[in-house]
């Protein structure tokens, strides 16, 4: 899954979301583990540990972040 997102020069660039969990991103948002960043970013470690991670961003952190791009991209999360 491709976007384009302004960076903060106003200019736009592509950013892969990761895609890995399939199934289990259908209704994320609605899921107790949606609260628990810690869990999740504990699970991004992992996939990234294990090379299952493929894309820019994960997904579920995105998510669990409520949407805030800048959050996630600039701090590393």
Do not use: P
């Not at 969990?21 to 209704?27: I, V």
Request: net charge negative; charged share 35%.
């Amino acid at each position: 899954m491709k976007n384009k997102l302004q960076n903060n020069e106003g200019l736009q660039e592509d950013v892969k979301f990761c895609t890995e969990c399939n199934e289990q991103l259908d209704e994320f948002c609605f899921s107790d583990i949606v609260g628990d960043k810690e869990f999740i970013k504990k699970n991004h470690e992992n996939c990234r540990k294990t090379g299952k991670f493929k894309g820019d961003v994960c997904s579920k952190l995105y998510i669990a972040s409520d949407n805030d791009i800048d959050e996630i991209v600039l701090n590393g999360e």
